[in-house]
């Protein structure tokens, strides 16, 4: 076991390596790494057409959209400020059409931030996927490792070893090529509907600019 400069690894007693978690993991990986910027650049479009269809709806422009969403704060209440926006905009069968595509949105959103934000790590014993570990258990990964570095007798030493082989053991959430192009035609799917909407929706010389009166 052994902490490396831009990550942290897990070996067996016997040297083998159980888990290597950094951003080496996936830029060894060409076609785990394709992936990953092809769901990023996909999501940026999504919301990208999201702020349009808000603006068309609102009658303003993106800037004063991105920046209402960005005083909801997180992700919910954003998404129930989006739902306010549609509920003042639309009605019957659009209303419905809308809110179904937030609620696709809010479901895939989850997925992508995982692919997003998480660190990437990799398992010997399961080649075919690489694994995200969240904040949280990253850290108390290293904690873990920092107590086999300090543990001064063999008893407490030996409960720490087995704390992180334990660690490494029962990581599991992750990802294969497939999932990864599951998640992103997810994205790409509500990113063409909420396109459709915006463009069904835009009405020229109806936007307020910033900084404009009402």
């Not at 005083?71 to 509920?87: N, Q």
């Not at 595509?101 to 660190?119: E, K, S, T």
């Not at 992180?164 to 509500?190: P, Q, R």
Request: proline share 3%.
């Amino acid at each position: 076991m052994e902490q490396q400069k831009h990550g942290l690894q897990v070996r067996d007693e016997a040297g083998d390596l159980l888990l290597d978690v950094g951003p080496h993991v996936i830029k060894s990986r060409p076609a785990f790494a394709e992936k990953v910027g092809v769901i990023a650049a996909s999501w940026s479009q999504a919301e990208v057409n999201l702020n349009c269809l808000f603006a068309a709806l609102m009658g303003t422009t993106t800037e004063l959209v991105a920046e209402k969403l960005e005083k909801a704060l997180s992700g919910e209440r954003a998404s129930a400020f989006a739902k306010k926006i549609v509920a003042k905009a639309l009605v019957g069968a659009e209303l419905e059409s809308l809110n179904e595509m937030l609620d696709r949105l809010d479901a895939v959103r989850l997925r992508r931030n995982r692919v997003q934000h998480d660190a990437w790590a990799f398992k010997p014993s399961d080649s075919d996927r690489l694994f995200a570990i969240h904040a949280n258990d990253y850290l108390d990964l290293a904690t873990r490792l920092v107590a086999v570095n300090e543990a001064e007798d063999p008893a407490r030493a030996k409960g720490a070893i087995e704390a992180v082989m334990a660690f490494a053991a029962n990581v599991s959430s992750g990802y294969t090529i497939e999932e990864l192009d599951s998640i992103d035609a997810e994205i790409n799917a509500v990113s063409k509907s909420l396109l459709q909407a915006m463009l069904h929706h835009i009405r020229p010389g109806s936007r307020k600019e910033v900084g404009s009166g009402p």
